[in-house]
Structures are given as structure tokens and as C-alpha cells.
């Protein structure tokens, strides 16, 4: 590992003015970014730990609730308010990693993890990534967890984080600083990027731009996040959904749905969320809302199988769902 210079912010201003050089990386749990510096793929000359800003708190405003950067995955899972109103989140954030890790991992964080690609952290192979302009050896290489939706030939690599699918299909917005009293709200879905000819730019902030809070709004009357793995535990996801709809006289309302493990960023169906709103619940129409978002699917070869298994997924979490409804009723 390269040396490095370490701060502790006391506040956003002071974090945001530390991280101002270009070698500077703000610090949340950890959890990724000191992997990356181990294996020398991230090399900042200066880390600014925003883990201990005042940005712990969750909090209800109005319908919806306002989430610090600096809480803890494990903390905002098990939160009461969470785990009653929001289920997707808890649901998702419980899926990933480990509890020792989530213990660590902050909100802020894990919304830019970087991605799992195993040829990014192998430093002996081209990564347009990780070095622009060298190659991609996921296309044409074992490329199982790779992209089946939005890739570029220049990379093919999906982001990795459940909790931030969750928070796409929640309809959440962040919250950031950038000093001097400036800052900005986005939508969750607008965060990341879709690979282009620019693959190392994986999100929209600016560089020194502090991710200080995320905002949900009113939580969907039915939700839910699926995640295909390996195992059980301690593994990404292959492919994941997060689901959230209202009903309205048996009608699809408010339809959000956001894929996981297929893109370079958490995947929002909004061809599907169109096919299905305002219509009345049947496995016709959630074979045709997962037919139109993955018309433009393509495989690299040993992923061509995220293609039908997405399929299946997208069909069978609805139908979950809404066999819930009628058992209820
Ligand atoms: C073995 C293992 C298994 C895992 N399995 C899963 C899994 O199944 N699902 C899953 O979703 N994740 C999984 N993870 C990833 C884990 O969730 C992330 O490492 C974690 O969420 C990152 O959060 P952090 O606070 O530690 O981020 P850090 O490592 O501290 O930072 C990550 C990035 O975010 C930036 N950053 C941090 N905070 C802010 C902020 N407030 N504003 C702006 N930028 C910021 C950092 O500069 C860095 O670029 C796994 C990790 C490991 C090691
Ligand atoms: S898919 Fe992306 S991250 Fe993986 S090797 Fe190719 S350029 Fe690098």
C-alpha cells in the first residue's frame, strides 16, 4: 500500500475543503476502498474520513425519512422504522456481505462501491476501469457476473450493491455537499453511469463531492427485493429486483422496479413500470413487462444465462406478490 496522509472531518465544510486534491478519497467504512488501496488499484495520497461526521441519524419527515451517510448498514437494517415501512431496504441491505462488514459499511459507502469485476482487481490484466484505454478482458474472458443491459464493448462490468438497488426502486434521492454552503439533490436512479467510452467515471458527483444524506419518500404499500447468488450468504448477487407498487381498485399503481447484477448501475425497468401501470394484475402482462425491458438484453457468453434467469425473476417476484394479495383478500 502507497503511504497516505489521514484526516478525521469534524464537519462537511471541513471535509469537503480537505478532500479539494485530486489524490484525496473521502473514508466511509472502508470496507472497499482500503481493499483497493491493498491491491494498489486506488492510490490516494490523502483519505478523509467522514465515518464520525454528524450524519448518523435517521429521521421521519412528513411521509417519508431522511437517512444520514455515516449510518451504518447493520443500523439502518435493523432500524424500527425501516423494518416496518420499508422492507425492500432491510431486506436488501440484510442480503449483502456479512454482519461484521455491515457493522463497518456506511450509506454513504456502499452507494459507491466499486465493482466486483475480478479483472479490475487483477492488476497483471487490461481493465479500461482501472487503467483507461487498455482493454477489457471481461469481454471475451470469464465474464459470468457481467452485464446483460447498458454495457459498452469499452467494459462490461455491473455494480455491485444491493442496498443501492433497493433505494432505486424506493424512489430515494441524495443528498450532497460541495462546500461553501453548496450542494445538490439527485435522484438515487441518476447517481450512477452507464460505462460509454468512459468507464472509470463510475457516478455523476464531482470529485470532493460529499454524499451527506439520502432521502425516501412515502413507502410503496407493497414492496420487495429478490437476489439470485451463489450461496446463501457472503456472495453478490447474480441478479437482484427490488419492487415497489401501490394498488388502486386492483390496478397497478406508482410501479417503480429497479434490476440488479445486470448493469453498471442499478437498472431501473421503466419499460416494465409502463407496461404494468394502471393495469390489473396478471402473469399475461408480467411476461410482457419483462419481455419489453429485456428486448435489448445481450449476453457475452457465460453470462447468456442472466437473460432468462432475469426473466424469470422479474415473472415470478409479481406474481409472488400479487398471489400475496389474493390470499389476503
Ligand atoms: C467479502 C465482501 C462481500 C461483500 N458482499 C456484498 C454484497 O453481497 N452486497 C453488497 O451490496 N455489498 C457487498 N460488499 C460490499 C460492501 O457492501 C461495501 O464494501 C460497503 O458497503 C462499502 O461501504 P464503506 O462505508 O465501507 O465504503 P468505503 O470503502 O469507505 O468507500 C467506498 C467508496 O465510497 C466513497 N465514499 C464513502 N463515503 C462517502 C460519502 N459520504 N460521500 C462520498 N463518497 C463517499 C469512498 O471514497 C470510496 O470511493 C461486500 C464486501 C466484501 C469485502
Ligand atoms: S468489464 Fe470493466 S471492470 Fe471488468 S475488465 Fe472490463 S473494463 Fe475492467
Redesign the pocket.
Known sequence: MKPFNYSRAADDKAAVTSARGQGA???????????LMKHEIEQPDALVD?SRLPHEAIEETGDGVRIG?AVT?SALAGDPIIRERYPLLSTALLS??TMQ?RN???T???F??RTRCQYFYDTQRACNKREPGSGCDAVGGLNRFHAILGASEQCIAVH????AVAMVALGAHVETALGEGSGRTLPADALHRLPGDTPHIDHQLRHGE??THVVLPKAAEHQLYRKVRDRSS???AVVSIGVAFDLLEGNFMNVRIALGGVAHKPWRAARAEEILEGKAPSPELFAKAADAELAEARGYGHNDFKIPLMRRLIIASFGEMTAKQENAA
Not at 455491485?160 to 442496498?163: Q, R
Open positions: 478519497r473521502y473514508l466511509g467504512g472502508g470496507t472497499n476502498l482500503i481493499d467522514v451517510a448498514n449483502g456481505a462488514l463497518r459499511a456506511t454513504g459507502g456502499n459507491l462501491q455491485p450493491s444491493d442496498m460529499l454524499i457472503y456472495a453478490f
